[in-house]
T-cell receptor, first 111, second 116 residues
Framework: SQELEQSPQSLIVQEGKNLTINCTSSKTLYGLYWYKQKYGEGLIFLMMLQKGGEEKSHEKITAKLDEKKQQSSLHITASQPSHAGIYLCGALLFGNEKLTFGTGTRLTIIP | DTAVSQTPKYLVTQMGNDKSIKCEQNLGHDTMYWYKQDSKKFLKIMFSYNNKELIINETVPNRFSPKSPDKAHLNLHINSLELGDSAVYFC???????????????FGSGTRLTVV
């Protein structure tokens, strides 16, 4: 089983609607990163969360880390075509320098 | 200025060949990584070097050999390429202990390797 699970695996949303992507770990995290990837392109850093209960926003994207630091959610408000892509959560586990990634969520926005 | 640059962007080669992918970062980071992204878009770490020293070596066939001539470069050499090696390979860099201090990891744009 994966150390980091993302849900859903794919999401099709009508333009203008809100959506949420979840990232869950069985272990306590000491850093949680959200990245976005468009087809054929690299990873674009969105946000990094460290503290339990922390919430950050950038434009219409908000990410939150729960108090126990084992789950994060990424919320997009009033989705636009530019939000389409693959969203990846990456986590640093205690005692581990490597960034472990979730399985990814493919987001499609339909007009 | 590109922070983490990988070359080539695309690589198509025949089975059995040996190929290299180069990575360079100009951020002054001391740690560099190679990740492999499979067809299902799952990203998995392969290697990590800190100041030219190997610190992470996941279960990767020994046909894959990373080389770090200095802390700004981490190249990946692959011998006897197989069909299953087809994937996108990402290079990344960070400061040592980046996560603990809230620093980010910077990724290259990826190298799409296709073995035919």
């Amino acid at each position: 089983s994966q150390e980091l699970e993302q849900s859903p695996q794919s999401l099709i949303v009508q333009e203008g609607k809100n959506l949420t992507i979840n990232c869950t770990s069985s272990k306590t995290l000491y850093g949680l990163y959200w990245y976005k990837q468009k087809y054929g392109e690299g990873l674009i850093f969105l946000m990094m969360l460290q503290k339990g209960g922390e919430e950050k926003s950038h434009e219409k994207i908000t990410a939150k880390l729960d108090e126990k630091k084992q789950q994060s959610s990424l919320h997009i408000t009033a989705s636009q075509p530019s939000h389409a892509g693959i969203y990846l959560c990456g986590a640093l586990l205690f005692g581990n320098e490597k960034l472990t990634f979730g399985t990814g969520t493919r987001l499609t926005i339909i007009p | 200025d590109t922070a983490v640059s990988q070359t080539p962007k695309y690589l198509v080669t025949q089975m059995g060949n040996d190929k290299s992918i180069k990575c360079e970062q100009n951020l002054g980071h001391d740690t560099m990584y190679w990740y492999k992204q499979d067809s299902k878009k799952f990203l998995k770490i392969m290697f990590s070097y800190n100041n030219k020293e190997l610190i992470i070596n996941e279960t990767v066939p020994n046909r894959f050999s990373p080389k770090s001539p200095d802390k700004a470069h981490l190249n990946l050499h692959i011998n006897s390429l197989e069909l299953g090696d087809s994937a996108v390979y990402f290079c990344a860099s960070s400061l040592r202990g980046a996560g603990a201090r809230g620093y980010g990891y910077t990724f290259g744009s990826g190298t799409r390797l296709t073995v035919v």
